[in-house]
C-alpha cells in the first residue's frame, strides 16, 4: 500500500486546494453574517502547538465588508512577508474563536490574481 506524500498542513482549508481572492471573501462574509468578528494574526511559525499568535491590530468589530478585511491584509503582508499570516473569526456570545484561516505562507510563489498567498 503506497501512503501519500508528505505535506505540511495548516488550519482549516488547508486539504483544499488554494482559495481565490474570491472564495477568501466570501468566507470573510460568512463571519461577517454571522456576527462574528474578523481578526487578522501573524507567526513566523504556524505548527499546530503554537497557540499565541501576534494581532495585527484590534479585531475588526465594526467590519461591514470584506474588502476591509482583505486590505488590512495586504497592509500586514507588506510589513510582515516573512510571517504566516491568518483571518480568525470570534463570537462574542461564545467568548471563543471559531474559524480561523492562513492567508499568506512565506516563501511561496502560488499566488493568485490579488496577489493574495493561500
Excluded at 498542513?9 to 462574528?36: C, K, M, W
Excluded at 505562507?105 to 490579488?114: A, D, L
Aim: a negative charge; aromatic letters at 14%; proline letters at 6%.
Amino acid at each position: 500500500m503506497k501512503t501519500l506524500p508528505k505535506e505540511i498542513h495548516y488550519e482549516t482549508f488547508s486539504y483544499l486546494p488554494p482559495l481565490t481572492d474570491a472564495q477568501v471573501a466570501r468566507q470573510i462574509q460568512y463571519t461577517i453574517d454571522n456576527g462574528f468578528f474578523p481578526c487578522i494574526e501573524f507567526n513566523e511559525d504556524s505548527a499546530a502547538e503554537t497557540c499565541y499568535w501576534t494581532m495585527w491590530k484590534l479585531p475588526m468589530f465594526s467590519c461591514s465588508s470584506p474588502q476591509e478585511v482583505l486590505s488590512e491584509v495586504q497592509q500586514c503582508r507588506s510589513e510582515f512577508s516573512n510571517c504566516y499570516i491568518r483571518v480568525v473569526a470570534f463570537d462574542n456570545i461564545k467568548q471563543c474563536q471559531v474559524m480561523s484561516f492562513i492567508v499568506h505562507k512565506p516563501n511561496q510563489n502560488n499566488s493568485t490574481s490579488g496577489g493574495y498567498r493561500y
